[in-house]
């Protein structure tokens, strides 16, 4: 953990102070090492969170963008009881999460139904060599046009509107015919192809952040007969911005940026 309570307080952790878990109130110790960056060791094997993963200097990094105040924060469903810490949560109340291990279908949704207003940010230096942006501009899967639109980009797009009941073939236009109009609503939005791809974040219904290391790439998503996937690239600074952070120097020296 980064943060843990100090007579009441949310604190880093420092040699010599004693902490709790803003979770479920156990003891926490600091670590203050020169190997490791510091944090807050749980005490017990198993931290009180089942969705909690091991810290990460990716994790940390993301985690220091944003205050202190921000970090760790103890949600929990009155109705149920249950508990959960999200890892950034904002004054406008969205959450953060920054997602390193790989995640099963069913904690995604459990998360998702759990907390609601809530951002996905995937590490995805692992399989970024999978991800294969293409050159077929594509508007952000919102624009209204797409009401009668099926895309299949590169190759064209389907139109539903003119769909033959019981017939296996339909009319395939070509991309062309809709161009200008993806030109008007053009924001950054590109084809994409994801050699095994990581289905659970194709199914998620919140918003999906892949950052590759060198780059953050929303994920888009388009309903279509077979799948159609999309990315937009987004500055690591805006969209830090956005959410009411700044770039940390931790990130300047986990990513190798320079400052400022």
């Known amino acids: 953990m980064l943060t843990a309570l100090v007579n009441g307080q949310r604190s880093a952790p420092f040699p010599g102070l004693k902490g709790v878990c803003p979770g479920c109130g156990q003891p926490a110790t600091p670590k203050c090492g020169e190997q490791l960056a510091w944090h807050w060791s749980h005490k017990g094997r198993k931290h009180c969170d089942p969705w909690w993963e091991n810290e990460t200097d990716w994790h940390r990094a993301w985690k220091a963008c944003f205050n202190i105040n921000w970090q760790e924060v103890v949600q929990s469903d009155s109705a149920t009881g249950e508990i959960h810490i999200a890892d950034v949560k ?10 390193n291990s790989p995640m099963d279908l069913q904690e995604m949704r459990s998360r998702e139904s759990f907390y609601r207003n809530m951002v996905w940010i995937v590490n995805a230096s692992s399989f970024h060599n999978h991800l294969e942006i293409g050159k077929v501009r594509l508007p952000p899967p919102s624009a209204p ?57 194709i199914a998620a219904t919140c918003p999906v952040f892949l950052d590759t290391g060198y780059s953050l790439l929303e994920l888009a998503k388009y309903p279509c007969r077979s799948q159609q996937l999309g990315v937009r690239a987004v500055q690591f600074h805006d969209f830090i911005k956005q959410h009411g952070g700044e770039i940390s120097p931790l990130m300047n020296t986990t990513r190798g940026w320079v400052a400022g």
């Open 90 to 99: 904002t004054p406008q109340g969205v959450v953060l999460e920054f997602q």
């Open 145 to 201: 046009f797409l009401s009668d639109v099926l895309l299949a980009a590169p190759v064209g797009f389907f139109r539903p509107s003119t769909f033959t009941p019981g017939m296996s073939l339909q009319h395939l236009h070509r991309m062309e015919e809709i161009q200008s109009e993806i030109d008007a609503h053009h924001i950054g939005h590109f084809n994409l192809g994801w050699k095994r791809a990581r289905e659970v974040w």
